[in-house]
């Protein structure tokens, strides 16, 4: 793999802990969520997964756009809603659904594009065989 950037993130405490990134751009503090028995007060790592999976789909959807001289609006959006859980087994689990929004784009032709997003985008691909994902148009 050709290396475009790094960034280094450190958590201190886990889900009631600190968290930040070794650039400093990011300082947040963790709170177990009432499902797990804290006080839900916080943030949680879900809500950086999510935030952080919905942008980088929205690149890569704006990215299979641009090949495919498709014209997205400014204010496209990608709204990404994960759920934790847990497995038969006893083991925690993430799945994700992924919902793109763009005035003015088919709805066929968006559908078409976050497919093809979903096999581009980073997080899809880290995620892939791991995490149910769906994909659907508002």
Known sequence: M????????????????????????LEVKFSLMKALGGKGDGLTPEHLFAQGYSACFGSALQYVAGL?????????????????????EGNFQLETDLVGKAEGVDKTVLQELMETAHTVCPYSRATKGNMAVKLSVA
């Open 2 to 25: 050709k290396v475009l950037d790094t960034i280094s993130a450190t958590t201190t405490g886990g889900r009631n802990g600190t968290g930040s990134t070794s650039d400093g751009k």
């Open 68 to 88: 495919k001289k498709i014209h997205l609006p400014e204010d496209f959006s990608i709204t990404a809603t994960t759920r934790i859980g847990q497995t038969e």
